[in-house]
């Protein structure tokens, strides 16, 4: 027993020993990862004339295409068997604008996007025509033992009118939302739709102020409709919320109709607070609503360029390295000076990082030096969509997802954010978000791998479940989590100063520390590619301990 242990334990010194040795050959081919050839990708990237790289858009189209170009020349290989070009993976991405729209309120015509909206990714494209002579007004919507808005009404085939938001009978401040997750308490607008929708509702107005001011961005989805992956879950989400025609009105067109029963907008929100008891009246007052959609195909495709293993036992295994080339494209407000959402940080510098691991790794393999798995660099598109390319891939693997050792995610990797800002080691820090997730031993790799090469301080600060920013899900690397692929994203956590504003300029990049930061991911990539092992998943999707 003992001296088992000592010939273990002096197995695992050396297997330690060996990987805190800096390898030469990555330390040889990695400086071709460097501030100068970072700027020059990125100074095209996030140039004007990419025009922020909007997914569909002109802008996105050419920095796909450079993308491309760049892995052509570093001898990349392009993987995808679908399609027309290997190096795109073409996404199933389509917008839904609206052919018609049209809403009359006592015989009066109203306009769209000053008194009204429909939102196009409700209406299907068979359209609704609703003509009712009178609204049922039930206030905030409730159905609830305390508080129910629907006693005694029947609303199946009727034209119902509620307030968006809000819960007169809740207390206290309402705990702010996290990450992308809707309110779904009784008071949310989902859970109020669902309850006519369920009680077959003719349709519905819901009474949002929104509309009196809306913003370019908002008239702009409105009238182009919000892109969105044509997968059946989606499609049969979409379905659904069809099912109901809604209008969401303004607080002028809501005061006419409740003028109908002699009152107004103020008057019955002071009556409700005050007796906390529903003020639900049936006004008689002719209403008409319409609205047709259509489709269109948008143009959206990740880009792919592979890199195949040089070991044959261990090459039909694949690294994935992720970065999201889009952004949000041009201002929509006319008054701009500056109308271009550059977004040289998120996520030009990911993008910039992928470049520059891809040529490396490239290198490599031409002189002999290339790694025995196959890695598969991916730039995704729809991030700020939705992660919508990821998660494209994530249903349509081009490699099988069994064989996916991990993925590492890079994804604003050129800035120093708070709290960092001023201090003495601001540019020696990356958050490393999810590194211990799904595997242990990937978490205690990259520090091993951060000790040997980079030394930067590894912030764990996101990867709190309580975290208010709940940034593990906000990222392309969540897609593969999801399927049980460890993950590391690695972030500079910006989300302050010119956060999806015009002022993410490639002025504002630090080159030092986008180089280094890609430098820890391509260390860690060069050990992940090389060891004899993939990183064992010893954990489930939510932290917890696999059991055996």
Known sequence: ???????????????????????????????????????????????????????????????????KKQFQSFGLKGPVKEGNDPYFQK???????????????????????????????????????????SVIFAGYGMNKESFNDYEGQDVAGKVVMIFATGDPTATGTPAPQQGRRAPSGAGSLQ???????????????????????????????????????????RVKAMAASASLPTVTIGTTVANQILAAAGTNLDDIKKKIAETVKPATTVINIPVQ??????????????????????????KNEV?????????????????????VNNGADDDGSGTT????????????????KGP???????????????LLGSEWYSEHPVFPVENTIADLNTDMIGRVGEPYLGKPDSANYVYSVGSF???????????????????????????????????????????????????????????????????????????ELLAKRAHLTYYLAWELANRPNRPVVDKNADGTPKTK
Request: no cysteine.
């Open 191 to 233: 859970v109020k739709l669902k309850y006519l929708l369920e009680h077959k509702a003719a349709g519905v107005l819901v009474i949002n102020q929104i509309v009196d001011n809306l913003s370019p961005q908002m008239r702009n989805v409105l009238q182009n409709g919000n892109p969105y992956l044509k997968t059946t879950e």
């Open 91 to 133: 996404l199933g991405y389509a917008s839904i604008s609206l052919s018609k729209s049209a809403l009359t309120v006592g015989g009066q015509t109203k306009e769209s996007l000053k008194d009204y909206y429909i939102t196009p990714n409700t209406v299907s494209a068979t359209g609704f025509d609703i003509k009712a002579n």
């Open 319 to 339: 690294l994935i390295i992720t970065g999201h080339y889009d952004h949000i494209g041009l201002v929509q407000d006319p008054n701009a000076k500056d109308k």
């Open 372 to 386: 025995k798995r196959s890695i598969l660099f991916m730039t995704v598109v729809g991030e700020e969509k939705g």
């Open 1 to 67: 027993m003992k001296k088992q242990f000592l010939y273990t334990g002096l197995a695992v010194m050396l297997s330690l020993s060996a990987t805190a040795q800096k390898d030469q050959n990555a330390v040889k081919f990695g400086q071709t990862i460097n501030p100068e050839r970072g700027r020059a990708h990125l100074s095209i990237l996030a140039s004007d004339e990419f025009e922020g790289r909007e997914t569909g858009k002109k802008g996105a189209w050419m920095a796909a295409d450079y993308i």
């Open 437 to 511: 997730k799904l595997s242990t031993e990937l978490g205690k790799l990259a520090e091993q791998v951060n000790d040997t090469y980079t030394k930067m301080i590894l912030d764990y600060k996101f990867d709190d479940p309580k975290d208010p920013q709940q940034i593990y899900y906000r990222s392309d690397h969540y897609n593969f989590a999801k399927l049980g692929i460890p993950v590391i994203f690695y972030y500079d956590g910006m989300l302050e100063q010119d956060y999806h504003k015009p002022g993410d300029e490639v002025s504002k990049i630090n080159f």
């Open 353 to 368: 990082g992928v470049l520059l691991m891809a040529e490396a790794f490239s290198k490599a393999k031409k002189a002999g």
């Open 289 to 314: 609503f319409a609205a047709q959609s259509k489709e269109t195909d948008v143009r959206a495709e990740n880009v792919l360029g592979f890199l195949e293993g040089s070991d044959p036992k261990l």
